[in-house]
């Protein structure tokens, strides 16, 4: 089950003090569910599993250990427009709660895009184009270019 996957993790990768204490972890895991939009289906097996929602689980994971910064590369590759823009709300809201997500993204749309509060654009080469703030609708990035 999917409150069972983050559970078994919880009580791997927290700290001590919060791993051992029933009460605690579950209610650390209570509130992972509801981040990652995993609520509805939070007794579903996690073999049965939609792409997107194995996605956020797979977030989910990543984050049990309350990380700072959360590393993801290509978050949203082989999903839909419906399930990347859950996984899109979903790293806003863990970004929202003071976390650092850095991500890679091939080729975004505009919603996807303008999800993102800083950009690095890279040329080939690895060669900056762009960084900083994308501003309210883009505008930053607009003027930049």
Partial sequence: MVEEVLEFNARMRLEA???????????????????????????????????GEAKRLSIGVALVSNPSILFLDEPTTGLDARSTAQVMRVLRNAA????????????????????FDDLL????????????????????LIDFF
């Fill in 17 to 51: 003090s919060l791993a051992n204490n029933d009460a605690l972890r579950s209610a650390y895991v209570d509130e992972l569910v509801v981040l990652l939009e995993l609520d509805p289906i939070r007794r579903r097996a996690a073999g049965n599993l939609s792409s």
């Fill in 96 to 115: 929202d709660t003071g976390r650092t997500i850095v991500c890679t993204i091939h080729q975004p749309s505009y919603a996807l895009f303008s999800a």
């Fill in 121 to 140: 654009l890279l040329a080939p080469g690895g060669h900056q184009v762009y960084g900083g703030a994308l501003g309210e609708h883009c505008s930053q």
